[in-house]
């Protein structure tokens, strides 16, 4: 399970987190029961966790998730946060009274919500992280587990946070073609020049959306849904996915 927020920075623009929260593999470790060519009896064995089923996504949310949220998340920063992941069976939110005490621990408030379905250009993980482990592991060949763990930790360590920052942009480039297309998702990811546009110290954390195309998917949107009012409070974000 890997988990990336936008970077944060402080007013003077100095970075106060790199957005890099973690990579946690479903794995578990075992004592080998039997001697074999390759290792001895009792040697510790690293397995991977077979069923990645709800129970196993509630255990790694309590033991990793918020646990490094609490410990990475910058102090003077609102303690407002919503995770999105994507639409897997497994991935249900717990309703049970431990789960919902830990997403309110520590004045945190914590809160879920899900990618839209068939949408893979708004799942920032995918834009961004998870195409770098796949670029690092093409041009390694592991051959056990723990060397295939080793080798996605090092693309992790590698993930420049410049570059998660541009991914963060491009999702909201992706979120303004979704509009332009009512919902759609036939498009390709457009290319800004980020890195062009950073050097000349003309790209923007947030993006410009045209009144005129807001204004046209509200309309539209009214022919489909009834609107929701009422202020919403502030909160960051971050990606929380499996893969």
């Known amino acids: 399970m890997g988990m990336v927020g ?3 920075y402080a007013q003077d623009e100095t970075m106060l987190h790199s957005g890099k929260y973690g990579l946690f593999p479903f794995v578990k470790h075992e004592r080998a029961r039997k001697k074999s060519k390759n290792r001895e009896a ?3 064995e690293t397995k991977d966790i077979q069923s990645v089923n709800k129970d196993a996504i509630r255990e790694m949310i ?5 646990p490094t949220i609490h410990a990475e998340w910058p102090p003077e920063l609102s303690k407002n946060i919503i995770i999105q992941w994507d639409n897997a069976r497994p991935h249900q939110v717990p309703k049970d009274e431990e789960f919902l005490a830990a997403t309110q621990a520590n004045g945190f408030n914590i809160q879920f919500v899900f990618q839209p379905a068939q ?5 920032v993980l995918d834009l961004g992280l998870f195409k770098a482990i796949q670029s690092n592991q093409y041009q390694s060949f592991p051959t056990n587990l723990d060397e295939l763990i080793e080798k996605v930790d090092e693309a992790f360590e590698m993930f420049d946070p410049t570059l998660n920052r541009y991914t963060w942009i491009t999702l909201q480039s992706c979120m303004i073609k979704v509009l332009e297309k009512q919902g759609g998702n036939n498009f390709n990811p457009p290319h800004m ?6 050097r000349q110290g003309a790209l923007e954390d947030i993006l410009k959306v045209d009144k005129k195309l807001v204004a046209n998917t509200v309309e539209y949107l009214n022919t489909l849904f009834v609107p929701t009012t009422g202020p919403q409070p502030h909160h960051e974000e971050m990606e929380v996915d499996a893969d």
Do not use: C, H, M, Y
Request: net charge positive; charged share 30%; hydrophobic share 35%.
């Open 6 to 8: 936008k970077p944060l």
């Open 193 to 198: 020049g980020k890195a062009r546009l950073d």
């Open 119 to 123: 949408s893979p250009d708004l799942n």
């Open 62 to 66: 309590l033991d990793k998730i918020i």
């Open 42 to 44: 009792g040697t510790i």
